[in-house]
């Protein structure tokens, strides 16, 4: 919850990223997912962060394009399907200090910016 909370505040000041809403007396995150803005492109940031030493992931794919329920989804997804590709998840573990995310959220800028 508190490195979450770090990343909020941090994160807050760009102007083309995007948490997800959460409520952090009820759940406390295993992951942090970005959404990016539309004119970002995830590869780049992603590959730029791994430069800087910082791993990241990518977690939520579209279940209806999942193999397991590929053939039993027939609805389209518009929305799932335009977010996914700007979905990206930042390092979030124990280990983590203040200065962790400092380093993480300036590397973003950088990048970003």
Do not use: W
Not at 14 to 39: A, D, M, Q, R, S
Request: proline share 6%; charged share 20%; glycine share 4%.
């Amino acid at each position: 919850q508190r490195i979450a909370r770090q990343y909020d505040i941090g994160i807050s000041n760009f102007k083309n990223l995007k948490t997800l809403n959460n409520n952090y007396h009820e759940v406390v995150p295993h992951i942090y997912p970005l959404i990016l803005g539309e004119e970002l492109n995830r590869e780049m940031i992603q590959t730029k962060l791994t430069e800087c030493g910082i791993q990241t992931g990518i977690h939520y794919q579209p279940n209806h394009n999942l193999i397991l329920y590929k053939d039993d989804y027939s609805e389209l997804l518009p929305v799932t399907e335009r977010i996914a590709p700007y979905l990206l998840s930042l390092p979030m573990h124990p280990e983590l200090s203040g200065n962790d995310i400092e380093y993480i959220i300036n590397a973003l800028d950088d990048i970003i910016n």
